[in-house]
């Protein structure tokens, strides 16, 4: 366990963010805790570690997206985490998708309270319109199969035959390389992984290529 990231220093020691953002990652925190009273936003077990957990978890993320001018795209952002904290620590033109209405508008309060500027789409992902993406950011949703599916579900529905899929980034557990072994059955995969700062086990997935594998059987 990290210590001290609930505190500026000490979380700054990990991902360095300004005052400014750090406090309205603090508006954030409160707002966060008083919703959970009435909806189930995080886990009861990761209260207590919300910081590390949720906050830095996600906060890790900044440096593989600062450079990203395009749309990026959360998959299932539930109480925010990846996308709305990348948005507090001024990453630009963020998409949250979540299908639970009363969790939009949870995200929609932090956006106002925090003056920041995201698209919200209260949706289902496979129901979610196509617009032109970069990047597609995902966090504790499903296994890399599933996320696959949805993110080509995604990119069929552009106009453009030709569309390449997204660059994909997604924070994966200790069960990762098993994920990677079922999605590189019938997908090759050009892709990075980076060591997690809040999880021993987890990594970071970067994947900037997929290729279908020919299926010889056909």
Known sequence: MLTNTN?????CSYVFVSRETYEKLCIFY??????QNSINLISKSSIKNIWERHFL????????VKDINGNILDLGSGAGFPGLV????????????????????????IAILTDINITIHNCRIENLNFFNVDLITCRALA???KLMDYVETFARKSSDKKQNLPKLLFLKGKNYKNELFQLQKNK???????SSITDRYGK???????KKLQNFNE
């Open 30 to 35: 409160r707002t966060l805790l008083k919703w």
């Open 143 to 145: 296994p890399l199969h």
């Open 57 to 64: 978890d996600s906060a890790q993320l900044y440096k593989y």
């Open 204 to 210: 970071i997935l970067y994947i900037n290529k997929t």
């Open 86 to 109: 990348l948005a507090i620590m001024g990453k630009k033109n963020i998409h949250l998708v979540e299908s639970d209405y009363k969790k939009c508008v949870f995200l929609n309060e």
């Open 188 to 194: 090759h995969i050009h892709f990075q992984e980076y």
């Open 7 to 11: 505190t500026y220093s000490g979380f």
